[in-house]
């Protein structure tokens, strides 16, 4: 059983990444334990770099705070191109993959209240009336009618960020 860390206690986050180990891995192929970590970057990340840079720095600060496990995982939200988005960043003791999601692109009532400094779930919980929406399905789900939530985008950029861990080609 793999011990994976979790470089947050976002239950939509956590969600993704145990679905994404288990449908690689199999069912029960994982421990996860979460924790917070600081991502170094603002709480609402600006373009994919920056974006990128908070979900790396999850990834190293988690190492520092629980250097013994298998795998170190953080995903980080970001807004670019006037879209919302994830970077996941997974490590193991011996390498690194990074996928990036899919993109939503946001009404300009939102992205206004955003260019004005306001951070993505704060301004969907005020606009849909949904307390802390961030941690449930977020602005995709709201948008998409929940045909898709943060949990469902996440997992397919876990999925994608583990590539590097079980093909053989990479290796």
Request: proline fraction near 5%.
């Amino acid at each position: 059983m793999f011990h994976v860390i979790c470089a947050t206690r976002n239950p939509a986050k956590i969600q993704a990444i145990l679905g994404a180990f288990e449908q690689i891995f199999g069912n029960g192929s994982c421990h996860i334990d979460a924790v917070d970590v600081e991502s170094g970057v603002p709480e609402q990340p600006l373009g994919s770099e920056e974006t990128r840079r908070g979900a790396r720095q999850r990834v190293d600060n988690a190492r520092r705070l629980q250097p013994k496990a298998d795998y170190w995982v953080a995903i980080e939200a970001g807004i670019d191109d006037d879209s919302t988005f994830s970077w996941v960043v997974i490590e193991s003791p011996d390498r690194r993959g990074e996928a990036r999601s899919a993109t939503l692109p946001l009404p300009e009532a939102i992205m206004t209240r955003i260019r004005a400094g306001e951070a993505l779930g704060p301004v969907m919980s005020d606009w849909s009336g949904i307390s802390e929406v961030g941690r449930k399905e977020g602005a995709i789900g709201i948008f998409t009618a929940g045909q898709l939530t943060r949990a469902s985008v996440y997992h397919q950029a876990v999925v994608l960020a583990l590539s590097p861990f079980h093909n053989a080609i990479y290796r």
